[in-house]
């Protein structure tokens, strides 16, 4: 009874990685280091066990065949057991801005091939000196929006005051700027309450912005251009806000952000000239 307790005390490790002799051989090791090995051949596989199962180390190959990769691993052992160690490791070791990326969420990256003596050594520091990551720490991509509301706006504002092709039309900020609120508002609650691409359903914001830029003296060219800073403001500011980015729902998000802003755009533009029509008639 007492080596089962002594047992059940053992770190548990992920071990992902698609090559079958890395898996036994590294698994084996792991085992008589004193460690409660799991492996995984696939992503699908790795998640399913994180989903199931509470880690202590994660220990991915950066590079899986098939959907997802070391990415889509982290991001999930990171929201499911925030606590763990993240070790990620890959063939290739000039990976630039990637490995600044992942280092975001993993704790560290590795280069194979793997020197066993420092990586147990590496794991046991890594279990002594890790400090507890609350789940609070990692949020969806709808409030870090929310939150950030402002600067996006802010920025969009400095992006657009560089456009010749915008500034052409002059209007004091709030003039300029008095749709967006609404529109990221739009945006959060599509993101909170999600709908399946492609999908219609009516933005009162864009519907009124188009009427207001028609008034104003835009053009469509104009009103697709300020659409295009408005994406590219926003997805800087997930960009400024990595460290905490849910990442395992990110792809889905952005794909979301993408859908809502070109349907916003859509009916702006139908607005747009909806409103002309009228004025012509």
């Given at each position: ?42 992503v699908s596989e790795a998640l399913h066990c ?191 806000n990595l460290s905490t980015v849910d990442f ?34």
């Amino acid at each position: 009874m007492e080596i089962e307790s002594i047992q059940k005390e053992y770190p548990k490790i992920l071990l992902v990685d698609d090559s079958e002799q890395v898996r036994s051989t590294l698994g084996k090791v792991l085992s008589v280091s004193g460690f409660q090995v799991t492996t995984a051949a696939t992503v699908s596989e790795a998640l399913h066990c994180i989903d199931t199962e509470s880690f202590d180390v994660l220990l991915s190959d950066l590079h899986m065949p098939g959907a997802g990769d070391g990415f889509t691993v982290v991001g999930a052992m990171r929201h499911k057991n925030p606590t763990a160690v993240t070790l990620v490791f890959t063939g290739y070791p000039a990976l630039g801005q990637a490995m600044d990326a992942i280092l975001l969420q993993a704790d560290e990256v590795l280069v194979k091939p793997m020197d066993i003596p420092a990586l147990l050594s590496l794991i046991h520091g890594r279990l002594e000196t890790r400090m507890e990551r609350k789940a609070a720490n990692i949020e969806r991509v709808a409030a870090i929006l929310e939150r950030d509301a402002s600067q996006t706006i802010a920025e969009w504002l400095s992006r657009v005051e560089q456009e010749d092709e915008l500034t052409c039309v002059p209007l004091n900020q709030i003039a300029r700027t008095g749709h967006l609120p609404k529109l990221l508002q739009e945006l959060v609650h599509r993101l909170r309450v999600p709908r399946l691409l492609g999908t219609k359903a009516v933005s009162e914001a864009a519907v009124q912005h188009g009427k207001v830029r028609q008034s104003q003296g835009y053009s469509v060219e104009m009103m697709v251009e300020e659409s295009r800073i408005l994406q590219v403001s926003i997805f800087h500011t997930l960009q400024k806000n990595l460290s905490t980015v849910d990442f395992s729902l990110l792809l889905g998000d952005v794909m979301t952000i993408a859908d809502e802003c070109d349907s916003q755009l859509k009916q702006t533009i139908s607005s747009f000239n909806k409103q002309l029509g009228l004025l012509a008639a």
